[in-house]
């Protein structure tokens, strides 16, 4: 709808322009009116307002504290990996894979362009990201150190020491709603998400207990590697004592 219409324009525009004369010499620019990753995310490009972004991302991609993620400073190429995860069935949400679906490569490349510049703030209506208090210690320990008794690896080898992330294939935990980081690692458990790389998620998250997810969430959402989230005490980080055998 939102294409046409804008073809429409462009023919209108340039039509006028040859009335006066002028020529249309910007005519063959195809793209010069496509949306940009910004007027997707706000109307939903070829997925309707019904996928409108911003309506459950926040409109500065912040996420909604609970189960809708962050997608603010996300890296790209995990950006573009999930969008096809959520296209080819390896990640399963109603939603999700619905508006996957209907967007083509170039709406999500330009989207995954959009939100990477955007900064990963936290704006005051997001509640629910910081933890009142530190979370239990042995928290922190598994997501520094690892449980090398278990074959554990340490969660800050591939997600960061203040969970921001470790390149392209390994997203920041930091700044992401707690919730959303608890309900990913059941997804793993249970086989719903899958799709990772050499199935490192799914082989850590069969690893852990169910009472050790939630306090592991609210450890990793709260670590200070996204800017501008205030961070946990020092207190709570405690420094991490490599271990060879945890492939840290
Ligand atoms: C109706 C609400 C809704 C809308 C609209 C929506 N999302 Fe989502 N999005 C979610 C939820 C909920 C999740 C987490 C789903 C899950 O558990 O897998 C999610 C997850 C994602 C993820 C995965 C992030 C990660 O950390 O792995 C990406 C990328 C994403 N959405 C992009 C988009 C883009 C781009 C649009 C607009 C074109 C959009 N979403 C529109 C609700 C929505
Ligand atoms: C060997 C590397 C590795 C280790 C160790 C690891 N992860 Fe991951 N993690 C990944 C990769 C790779 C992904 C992205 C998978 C994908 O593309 O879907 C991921 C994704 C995640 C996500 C989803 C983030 C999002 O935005 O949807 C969560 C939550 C998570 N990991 C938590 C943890 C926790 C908690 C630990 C430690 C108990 C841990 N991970 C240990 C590699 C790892």
Known sequence: MGRIHNYLLKATL???VVVTGAGCSRQHQAGAFEATGEVIAQGGGDAGVDGACVVCHGLQGQGDGETVPRLAAMDRGYFLQ???NYDNGARN???MSWIAGRLDNQARVRL???????PATAPVEVSGVLPPTCPPAFAATLYQQGDPERGLVACATCHGVRGEGVGTGNPPLAGQPAPYVEQQLRLWRTGKRYGDAMHAM???????????????ADYSAALPGATSYPALPATCLPAR???????A
């Open 14 to 16: 340039c039509a006028a």
């Open 82 to 84: 999930q969008m096809e």
């Open 93 to 95: 949400h109603a939603q």
């Open 112 to 118: 995954a362009d959009y939100y990477a510049t955007l």
């Open 202 to 216: 799914t082989g850590v998250s069969r690893l852990l207990a169910e009472d050790e997810l939630a306090p592991l």
């Open 241 to 247: 004592h490599p271990d060879p055998r945890s492939g």
